[in-house]
């Protein structure tokens, strides 16, 4: 037997993760690059742990996402895109987030809402990340290599290809931020 449950997030309830995400971020400004995707990590291990929700499940596999484009060579994401990511997978650099882990089925409740959030802000990112994965990997079929061999990284066909994507990644996140006439727009991460 399963239980469907909707949740609808008001704007005072956004706010709350907004709120969250402000006071991880500067609760762990301190920490470097490294320190921040591998306490990502090591929210990615605990949860293997334990019995987690599907729900929760397939958000956890997003987050694996954005902390393999952060270090994947081979995209070299650029370092105005790195900090977006960064600044996002700061919340789960925080121990003290919003439901303790430890809290039987719902302890990754607040990370896989944080994770939705963060995949809708960084939805022209991860979109562009997949597809050069996908590129890459299609490229290492056709030479018969392993994806992650420098073999498969011919130069100008990655990339082109690479800086193709990332352009493609900034136009869609600008155009769907100025005046598409949609409602939301992106609130966790303010720069500069």
Not at 8 to 19: N, P
Not at 44 to 49: F, M, Q, R
Not at 138 to 145: F, I, M, N, S
Not at 150 to 166: F, K, M, P, S, T
Request: proline content about 4%.
């Amino acid at each position: 037997m399963s239980l469907t449950i909707t949740i609808e997030l008001g704007d005072a309830d956004l706010q709350h993760f907004i709120d969250g995400m402000k006071k991880a971020q500067e609760e762990t400004k301190h920490l470097s690059a490294q320190q921040v995707t591998d306490a990502a990590r090591k929210l990615l291990a605990d949860s293997a742990n334990v019995q987690v929700p599907h729900f929760i499940a397939e958000r956890l596999a997003k987050l694996d996402a954005m902390i393999a484009m952060v270090h994947d060579a081979g995209w070299a994401l650029p370092d105005e895109d790195k900090v977006r990511v960064l600044s996002a997978l700061t919340y789960f650099a925080d121990p003290k987030d919003v439901i303790p882990d430890t809290v039987p089925v719902l302890g990754f409740l607040d990370d896989a809402i944080m994770i939705e959030l963060c995949v809708r802000e960084l939805k022209h990112e991860l979109d562009a990340y997949d597809d050069f994965c996908d590129f890459r990997n299609a490229e290492a079929g056709r030479l018969g290599v392993d994806p992650a061999s420098h073999e498969v990284q011919r130069a100008q066909w990655l990339e082109g290809r690479r800086e193709e994507l990332q352009d493609r990644m900034r136009r869609r996140r600008r155009d769907s931020y100025s005046g598409s006439g949609g409602s939301w727009k992106p609130a966790l991460f303010k720069f500069g």
